[in-house]
């Protein structure tokens, strides 16, 4: 066996593990009962544990001076040899008893939020938090060391290699001037209008009734994935078995239905990766940013579209048997694309959706950095809330800076996935509308082939055969550049 | 750290993968994708056979050795010694290939299982239960040229290492001397009283809603476990988070409520087992056959008794919105003590289920032991099946020799832990009510706690202390003796 094809060997176990991880992890937030915490967060700890010394190993590293020696390698395994060596490279740098705190403080952590959050206990999450960022913060240490890089942007590195944190200043310096006035000059133009609001009760199986029928016209595979209820809705599980989950609320369908229909853009991204690399490191998905690209194509460009509402509402109004002027395609529109400055981040709209990140992004990279601490977090969330949007979020930790999943979890630097997905999926579906023009109207007519086809062969099925920016200069013919995004929000909100 | 100490390390870690692998496994039945088989056979391969590799560690000689020599160990900790070196002994004998080869060729034929039984398609399903039983074999020509026994013996060990298939042959020989005429006697008596059917539909709803209420009285805990649907029921997950499952007909809830209360049986017994011995070989339960005595004696001889009976009959009415004489105790009490010649096992009642067992470990007795093959299964299926109960199996898989999960699992050798099981479940209620005379009226009233509090003590918190024969000794005061179940039968079925 060559070194490259025992490498691809050790990797392949290692997914496999992976594998059972993301189940258990997918089963943690939907099925485990409270009682199962601790025991579960000693399990996990211990999986991660025993994959961590795998890649650890230290033969890997005679491995890969022999793999990279080797001739005749084939480009997608001289890009899975990159991959499998870049995945190597950062577990070799953080300690196995790092690893194991990791996963153990991230999982209790997470579930004293989702028992704490509901209650507004800041002061008792607080220390669960703290236990989290210094656990990351040691990690981030090492990482930063080794790659010369700030503490955040060692954990950017981790979502999206292709960015890092003086790219992503300008970035989001460019829409922190863009936005504000913008969003004033939409909310201005959008008064002009009433819009009826749709009043329910929305029995919960029809909504997912509902959902499940949508993401079935969308494309996403059930013979290899599901949709279940988790508190924050995400996207787990493994390529051949994706699980997505959703949250319902009976007096309003709207927004489990846009984000089922979120959530199944990543679900279909991971169906979608190449086959025949199942299992190894140049089969995964290229990065978080990208990910968020292929659900953020789906819910905002495709599905906040007048095309698909205009699909939607018929299958709406059929599945609670609703009729009325509520439920006019241009009524549904308006109401699904009404600009709104809120509290909530994933309930917010594409337009202010990015302040939301910058918000979090600004507070993580300075928490992260060692310029605050997370005492400092509920003043400073409410400092930039007033800032950005005149919203007062004092002592409303649950919809304040208690609302999201990803701290509790440890995932900081991952925020900013979002609005460079955003971003890339304005630039994505530019590019295949300009190459395929009646992909709207065949939207319109719940037809989604042409539109699925050129995203597998141009970011699904590519995997981790190249960088981000390369694979978006070969899909698009350009390096990640924000107009789109500037001009997709002008032509939609401001011109239509 | 002493050997001792070290040992308990490596095997706490070992079960810190097995809870992994409990939940997955329990993830494949409840929840999987089809399209998500094969990768999943492949990465529970793969986890066996890291688990696997640690426990054939060289170093554990080494460390058993040492820590057999270790003075001041307490009783727990010998018991967790010889626990965890029964479980390296039987380890070490067998190969990781075979273990690899176990786990993926198991996941493979159960999954062909699920999807062919329904259609009745023994030829499709034949070839995959002949790979199944193939590498059984192989792994049980191992372990009996080891400790000196037949080929199926090595496998009973796995579930009851108290019992050998010649103790089998004898308690089983007086059962089957006892229970064709006991049978033929009991079912002329019952044809003197009329049954009156309760007649459905009974939402599955409501069915649930029933069970919940039902096993949360019996005192199952929910903070650490929970109910969900499959196609065949069965108690899983692990000891703070157990997993039972249960499937449901819409014209009859009266199976599913027992069966739901048989695997809370299974369950209580994981969640009673010794808390400061979690994740240890000498916290776990002690037998197969022991954990089947807990569902039996939960489900036979306390919920098919007249004073639970006419306990449940009113939260029944209660939940279903139902009344009149089908609904009342005494029919109620008659309809689930009916007994009748039937076809499937899981349905049968006490009475005529040893029947069903003692023909299933007749052949795959023989069949592990070389002396018939996977082809003749249906003919002795049916010639058995004519023998013991006068019914017809020809062409009919799907209600004879397909209708059990185990065989498709490799589980060969756990049919008489059923058996087993119920014999001790008689030998312990009537100890338990012979020391407190009160638990049936207290039944009657909903309470279980005299007895939950005496089977924890004698039972549940004795996790894998002592081997079957002791623990049975301690509680009873005498070995297994097969009076007791005969006894229970005939006041039950013929005398009251």
Chains 1, 2 share one sequence.
């Not at 070799?92 to 999982?107: D, Q, R």
């Not at 669960?128 to 990351?136: G, P, R, S």
């Not at 979020?393 to 649950?398: A, E, I, L, S």
């Not at 701290?407 to 630039?427: D, E, H, K, N, V």
Request: hydrophobic content about 35%; aromatic content about 10%.
């Amino acid at each position: 066996m060559t070194a490259y094809k025992e490498l691809e060997k050790i990797f392949g176990t290692i997914s496999d593990l992976g594998h059972v991880s993301a189940i258990c992890g997918w089963d943690e937030t939907v099925n485990m009962s409270n009682g199962g915490g601790p025991s579960r967060a000693n399990a996990m700890a211990a999986l991660s544990l025993v994959m961590h010394n795998m890649i650890v190993d230290p033969k890997l590293g005679d491995l890969f001076k022999k793999a990279k020696k080797l001739k005749g390698l084939t480009n997608w395994q001289k890009s899975n040899l990159r991959e499998m060596h870049d995945q190597w490279q950062d577990a070799t740098l953080i300690p196995g008893s790092i690893v194991e705190e990791l996963t153990k403080v991230n999982s209790t952590t997470e579930h004293a939020w989702r028992e704490l959050r509901i209650k507004n206990d800041w002061k008792n999450f607080r220390p669960h938090l703290e236990k989290t960022v210094a656990i990351v913060i040691k990690e981030a240490t090492i990482l930063s060391d080794h790659y010369g890089c700030s503490l955040y942007d060692s954990l950017l590195m981790g979502y999206e290699p292709s960015f890092n944190s003086k790219e992503l200043d300008q970035l989001f310096g460019k829409l922190k001037k863009f936005l504000p006035k913008f969003i004033d000059k939409v909310i201005a133009k959008q008064n002009e209008h009433t819009i009826l609001l749709p009043t329910g009760p929305f029995a919960v199986n029809k909504q997912k009734e509902l959902g499940l029928k949508l993401i079935d016209v969308a494309g996403f595979d059930f013979n290899r994935g599901r949709l279940d209820l988790s508190h924050h809705p995400f996207c787990g599980g493994v390529s051949d078995d994706v699980r997505i989950t959703t949250r319902y609320v009976e007096d309003d369908f709207t927004q489990s239905l846009m984000g089922i229909l979120h959530e199944a853009g990543h679900g279909k991204y991971e169906q979608g990766l190449p086959r025949k690399w199942r299992g190894q490191p140049v089969g995964q998905a290229r990065s978080m940013a990208v990910h968020e690209s292929q659900s953020l194509l789906q819910e905002m460009q495709i599905c906040l579209s007048k095309e698909f509402i205009t699909f939607a509402s018929k299958h709406i109004k059929e599945v609670f048997g609703m009729d009325g002027p509520e439920y006019a395609p241009e009524n549904l529109y308006r109401y699904y694309t009404q600009v709104e400055k809120s509290l909530i981040r994933v309930d917010a709209d594409e337009v202010t959706y990015p302040l939301h990140i910058i918000l979090r992004y600004e507070i993580e990279k300075d928490l992260i950095n060692g310029e605050i601490k997370v005492k400092d977090i509920p003043a400073l969330w409410d400092e930039k809330m007033k800032e950005y949007f005149n919203l007062n979020t004092k002592g409303n930790y649950k919809d304040g800076c208690m609302q999201d999943v990803h701290w509790p979890c440890g995932s900081f630097g991952y925020f900013p996935s979002y609005t460079l997905g955003a971003l890339m999926a304005a630039q994505l579906y530019s590019t295949v509308k300009t190459e395929h023009p009646a992909i709207p109207s065949e939207i319109e007519k719940g037809k989604w082939k042409t539109l699925n086809k050129w995203l597998e062969q141009n970011i699904w099925s590519q995997g981790c055969l190249h960088d981000t920016d390369k694979l978006i200069n070969n899909a698009t013919g350009e390096s990640l550049n924000i107009d789109y995004f500037k001009n997709y929000l002008t032509n939609k909100y401001l011109k239509a």
